[in-house]
Structures are given as C-alpha cells and as structure tokens.
C-alpha cells in the first residue's frame, strides 16, 4: 500500500493518475481509495482488495490535512480502549506532494484551517503550514512540484529547508515538462526499494534529530543551523510570552518539544511551531504528577522515565529543537535563559508559582486557542 499526501493542487491527483498509467504498461492495476479522514479507511481498503488479483497495487489518496502518523497509527498502533493494529495491510511508502512555488509563502503566512473551511471540527486549530511540515517529516519520499518555475536561489532555499525537515526523506524534483514516464519509473524505483519503518518515521523527523545529535545539518549555503535548548528550571509564563511575541523577526522553520510553565506546573506543554505559526498544548501530566500506580507497566518505559528524573521535579524539563535560517543561538540561548525562572523565583516554589499571572491560552480546556496572533 501506498500513501499520497499533499495539499490540493500541489500536484497529488495528477500524480497518482501518472502512477495508474505507469501500471498499465506492466499490465497491473492500481486501485485508488480516498481517505477522507472521516470516513472508515480499513473497510475501504476491504473493499478494494476483495478484488483477489495478484497483479493488484493499492494507493491511498489522502485529504489534504491529514497528517501522516495519524493514518500510520492505524496500523501500527493499539486503537483507545486496547484493540490490537490491524496488520492485514501493509504500508510500504509515504509520500507527500509539495507545490515548491508556494511552500516558503505558506509558512511564512498560515492559514487557519477553519479559514479555509478545512478544519475536522470546533476543535481543529491547525494552520495550512502545520499540515504541510508534519506531512513532510514523517514520509519517506517528497515530490517537490513546480520546482522548474522557481527562481533558482528560492528553489535551493525551498529544498534546503525540506531536508532540513526531514533528512531521511527521498527528494524526487518533477522535471520542466511534468511527471514523465521517466520520473514515475524514478518515483517507483524509490518506492519499491523503500520499506516503511513506523519507529524509524516517527523518530526521522528534523526536529527529533536535532535533539538526538544525529541531524546532518546539511549546508547548501542557504544559512539554516539548528539548535537544542534543554534546562531542568521552569519558564516564567509572561516572560516565556514575551519571547515567543519576538520570534516573528526572526525566520523560524520549525520548533517543537516540550516545555515546563511555572504556573502550569502539573502538565507538559508541547510546544509546536511551523514557520509562522505557533501552537502550545497540553501534553498532559507530567510523569512526577503521574501517580506510580497509573505509570507504564513496561519494564522499559519505567527505566525511560527514570533516565529522566532529577529530584525534587522528577521529569518537569525543557527540551525542545529550533531549526531556522540564519539564527543567532548565542542570542536565544540568553533569550531563553531570560525566561526561565530566577533563583528567588524558584525557590518560593509551585504553591506561589501558580498564583502568577499567566496570559498565555487556557489548555486546560481544549478552546482551539493557539498563538498565531502573536506572531503576526
């Protein structure tokens, strides 16, 4: 089975309809089906394979925002309530389309889904750029499209800052004159030399190498660096503010981890930022307000945990990757040092912490609110 993704007219449908003709000509048949993220996937794909041939492929269309781990999860991962991952179905590639014209305009200016009538539900606060990196970093093949049409200082940015992204990924360009018979022979090359990791996609990610030290920082003379902030003292909410309200004059690509609020001090923030949009979250308790009964049963998981407990605030901490274009890490470092709470500060501890004013927005619901009217 094969996954396509990419944002409508990026160049996925036309994509797709090359890859059935391409079958053709080996007298084998691709079958189509469209996952719209609402509908029941699994029973489609049913559906599809009751067919019974042998010369018979699968790809899976996917809506533009729909987010790759969420359909991998499926089958890789137990469902809510325990259920076992349906592995009767295979996912051998991921990929994800992109319009190279307009990637680097489209993070630098989100768009709400819910401004786009996109959004799954009252919920739903993604922007189009938040779509479109977690597209990229978790696929093992991206198709740049429209590349040929770009200014050539532009396209090596754009490419740049998708390897950045996602270092594992395969690039295939689309060449002048479109998706020729040559490049779905080259596209298939890759996809059927591939095999789908979910451990390896899911940690593949830019941002998860940053932190793990493994990132190649790839330099094509476009000045992306990349750093890691890591720190066991919380953030003071206002000053932690402050400083994501300056990040709109800088050029971000990609941030993500997780933070400690002093006033929060009880849940995990994962804070996610895709070019100009920013989002913070819930990630839920920490594991040191965790009860130890409702903890992993996993030997494993346990021994993980411990791997990051420092008493008295057990696995409270900061650590989180920043990738970007040309980033002065001596100034955030000391930027973000600035947020974190002072010495007295921290000595009159999480009873008087949680007393202070705290203007970020409310997670302890989920209200949709997020933090792109701060960097704008």
């Keep these: 089975m094969r996954v396509v ?17 391409s079958m053709i000509q080996f007298k084998k048949k691709l079958v189509v089906v469209t996952d719209d993220g609402r509908s029941d996937l699994i029973a489609s794909l049913e559906i ?68 786009l009538g996109l959004d799954f539900d009252d919920i739903d606060d993604r922007t189009k750029a938040d779509v479109l990196v977690e597209q990229i970093e978790f696929s093992d ?23 950045w992204l996602n270092p594992r990924a395969q690039l295939l360009e689309v060449p002048v004159d479109g998706i020729t018979r040559e490049f779905t022979e080259d596209f298939w090359h890759h996809a059927n030399a591939n095999e789908f990791d979910f451990d390896e996609s899911a940690e593949g990610a830019g941002w998860i190498q940053v932190l793990a030290s493994t990132h190649p920082r790839l330099d094509r003379g476009q000045n992306l660096s990349s750093m890691a902030f890591r720190a066991r003292r919380p953030f003071h909410p206002e000053r932690f503010k402050n400083f994501i309200e300056s990040l709109s004059a800088m050029e971000v690509l990609r941030i993500k981890g997780w933070v400690w609020i002093a006033t929060r001090n009880g849940e995990m923030g994962l804070w996610s930022v895709a070019g100009a949009s920013s989002v913070l979250v819930s990630a839920g308790a ?44 001596l100034e955030l470092r000391r930027a973000l040092k600035n947020c974190l709470l002072t010495d007295s500060e921290f000595e009159q501890g999480p009873e008087q912490w949680t007393r202070w004013p705290d203007s970020l927005p409310d997670w302890s619901v989920d209200t949709g609110d997020d933090f792109d009217g701060l960097l704008q």
């Design 141 to 163: 093949i991206i198709v740049l499209n429209r590349a040929s049409e770009l200014d050539a200082t532009i396209f090596a940015r754009t490419k740049s800052a998708i390897e």
């Design 286 to 329: 920490w594991m040191a307000a965790t009860p130890m009964g409702e903890w992993p049963d996993d030997p494993d998981e346990r021994a993980d945990i411990m791997d990051e407990w420092i008493p008295p605030y057990g696995d409270r901490r900061q650590e989180f990757a920043m990738i970007g274009f040309q980033l002065n890490e």
């Design 48 to 115: 599809a394979m009751s067919q019974g041939r042998q010369d018979l492929e699968v790809a899976v269309e996917a809506d533009s925002v729909l987010e790759p781990i969420a359909v991998a999860e499926l089958f890789y991962l137990e469902g809510e309530h325990g259920e076992p991952p349906d592995d009767r179905f295979e996912i051998h590639t991921m990929a994800t389309v992109i319009d190279a014209r307009t990637f680097l305009e489209d993070l630098a200016k989100p768009e709400s889904l819910h401004e």
């Design 5 to 21: 993704f990419g944002w409508g007219g990026s160049g996925k449908s036309t994509l797709i309809e090359a890859l059935i003709q």
